[in-house]
């Protein structure tokens, strides 16, 4: 009886897990067809007022940042907020999910996702990619891999295990530089946008009741960084170098737009440990218009 409950159980959590996935595969499928059906429409409306301003067509993908359901019946996220800027708005096309690892979206599965919808000539051609990634292949559970035990007298800068945090972040340097290789390849003249995300809070709000996260104050009291202004300036080391990793990658690669949203957000922009509010979504969604307008002035 007890093998039968337990095949019961596994059976159930597999059903699950294709559901959701089936879900997520649906809900992007979705967000290609509108695409589809609103670059059409652009375009026609386009060539029916000669000289109106060329709108920007842009390709999105990520993690939570460009893709955050909340709050339920007002949800807001840096591309949401991107969108509603502009004279014309641009057209986005929007296949980030909440949760994503950079890792992941470059693997092959996705890889070959992005590839098709760069192909898909009733996408457009796109003028830039939007990327947001990293955050999720470095904090949660794994967090405290990159963290040092406190012992009195130690600084925050010296809460970083160097080494540990390196080995990481150059897993997510090589997803960011096999995206720039696939758009060389099969959008060369599409522009790259990343950004650095900003200095998080470890005050150990999650989300639902922490039904997901926190993200950082566990690994940091794991670690004995339990003092609230010491902690943060160890989360602030760690983005720190989670930036000079981007700045040598849009350095050392052409048609790369370094997007710096560090220092953007004042502590009451979070929502929780790794998310902003509506407002301060908007703020970090100033500053990709802002680059986007320097890039491309008078498209948005």
């Known amino acids: 009886m007890f093998n039968i409950l337990a095949a019961g159980r596994n059976i159930l959590r597999v059903e699950r897990t294709r559901l959701r ?3 997520i595969d649906q809900d992007r499928r979705d967000r290609i067809a509108r695409h589809h ?6 375009k026609a409306e386009f060539a029916a007022r000669p000289g109106a301003p ?10 939570s940042w460009f893709d955050y359901p909340l709050p339920l019946f007002a949800a807001n996220d840096v591309i949401s907020s991107i969108g509603n800027h502009g004279a014309p708005q641009p057209l986005i096309l929007n296949l980030a999910h909440f949760g994503d690892e950079a890792r992941n979206l470059l693997g092959v599965v996705q890889r070959e996702r992005f590839i098709r919808n760069l192909k898909d000539t009733e996408n457009g051609a796109f003028d830039a990619i939007l990327f947001s990634g990293g955050g999720n292949d470095t904090v949660g559970d794994p967090f405290c891999l990159w963290i040092n035990n406190f012992v009195p007298g130690m600084t925050p800068p010296q809460g970083i295990d160097q080494p540990r945090l390196d080995a990481v972040l150059g897993v997510v340097r090589s997803a960011y530089e096999d995206l720039i290789s696939v758009r060389n390849q099969f959008a060369p003249h599409a522009l790259l946008f990343f950004h650095d995300y900003d200095f998080a809070f470890p ?8 039904l997901i996260g926190p993200w950082l104050k566990p690994s940091l009291d794991f670690r004995d960084w339990r003092e609230l202004a ?11 170098g989670f930036r000079a990793m981007l700045l040598k990658i849009a350095a050392s690669h052409q048609g790369v737009v370094f997007v710096d949203t560090q220092g953007t957000l004042g502590p009451g922009d979070w929502a929780n440990e790794l998310h902003p509010t509506t407002t301060g979504f908007d703020k970090i969604a100033g500053k990709f218009v802002d680059a986007l307008r320097a890039t491309f002035p008078g498209r948005i």
């Open 21 to 23: 996935r089936r879900r």
């Open 37 to 42: 059906q609103a670059f059409a429409a652009r």
């Open 54 to 63: 060329r709108f920007l067509n842009l390709f999105a993908d990520g993690d």
């Open 203 to 210: 005050n150990g709000e999650g989300v639902f009741d922490d």
């Open 230 to 240: 010491a902690a943060t300036d160890v989360v602030r080391q760690f983005l720190l």
